[in-house]
């Protein structure tokens, strides 16, 4: 999972992107970049780490220009090691292209072979998003005539790109000379908004993977990027759109609602935060029914991400709610930390226990999600270290059985502690009285409830339904088999075992 933004304004764009970078900084720890237009000059720097450390003031000084774009990454495709795969990439032709990708592309080995077969376009790195940005430039390439480039070549060519990628893309761009490009692919996996400000009598336009980027810059909410559709904005505020996919079909990922965006986030026109609170009143019913004597003297959150649900469920419960762990805000996000041993090791440096809220007591622990169980495993455990009777466990995610190909760091089947496991099974190996997970149709209820016009979700960890309709077991074995190489490589290895390498290295 990645963040992204996209600026076209009257006045020096770089602060404003340094500052919706730190916004968006929990959708990526590994590394930062920010790229601006002055003219027909790009100017970029990007490098390994958080924002605030990836940029100074003299690379502040540098990034001239009223309009650019920015990344935050997390590794999904590529290495977390590697400073070359940091986003934004650039290539030279035409005119000069920079690209920012949140996502993950299902069909990049074809590509690359298209790539260096038919376009004769060398892809330098191991990332899907330089990929992606060699397809849209040669399409691009292909359709200008001249020296000139027009709005409806801009549109053609990411037509051209829809029918050639395969996957999840949210695509911020700048072309030199010319403006700003964005777009999501025909399902809307991944997430994109559109802001705007007057300022200077002129409407300046912002595209973010979130629309808290937005409140926090002064901008307006307008609308999302419609999934298959381009927008395209010159840098002198000229604002233009397309349906340009055929076919398209909203599916955005419910687990953008469930874990990755933040609570004061409203994304495709449904408030996060609200379909938390939600979500937590579909998990209380099912907490119900599967614990009807309801012997617990205490709901606790583990934070942060399930505090909503687990307020509400205690509220739907008639139970107490306690804040029972306190989080240390100076380690990272252990699910999007590179490396198994990395994210055992962190767990207890990131939380620590309230003793009297746990001492004689049955404890209900609320969480987002289960995904491996290694946290989980280790938060039990803490719980009854501080002195808990029972630890029952609630996911407010339904259970995750399947890889997520779509730009979820979860690809392998051996990693889901749920694979294969029954709920049973899953509470003796996280050392739970009980687990109760929320049902699949409740979630997708729970988001619907917010904005109804949202009928259809990408679901596949949950369901192993891929919406793109390319995936078999050939492909998730692919996969596997290329992370267990990576997996066994010395860089991997000394990210699993070097926590303050992991840190300076999280996307």
Known sequence: MCGILGVVASSPVNQLLYDGLQVLQHRGQDAAGIATANGKTFHMHKGSGLVRDVFRTRNMRSLSGHAGIAHVRYPTAGSADNLAEAQPFYVNSPFGVVLAHNGNLTNTEELKAEMYRHDLRHINTNSDSEVLLNVFAHELANRVEGFELSVDAVFEAIAAVHRRVKGAYAVVAMIAGYGLVAFRDPNGIRPLVIGTCEQNGQTEYMFASESVALDCSGYSLLRDVEPGECVYVSFEGDFHSKMVAEGAQHAPCLFEYVY??????????????????????????KVRRVLPELDIDVVVPIPDTSRPSALQLAVSLNLPYREGFIKN?????????????VRKKSVRQKLNPVGCEFRDRNVLLVDDSIVRGTTSREIVQMARDAGAKKVYFASAAPAVRFPNVYGIDMPTRAELLATGRSEAEIAHEIGADAVIYQDLEALEEAVHSVNPKLKHFETSCFSGIYVTGDIDDAFLDRVESARKKGSEGPEAQMLDLNLNVAEQNLI
């Open 260 to 285: 990755f965006a933040r609570p004061d986030s409203v994304i495709d026109g449904a408030s996060v935060y609200q379909a938390r609170l939600v979500m937590g009143d579909m998990l209380a019913d």
């Open 329 to 341: 805000r100076y380690i990272g996000r252990t699910f999007i930390m590179p490396g198994q041993g």
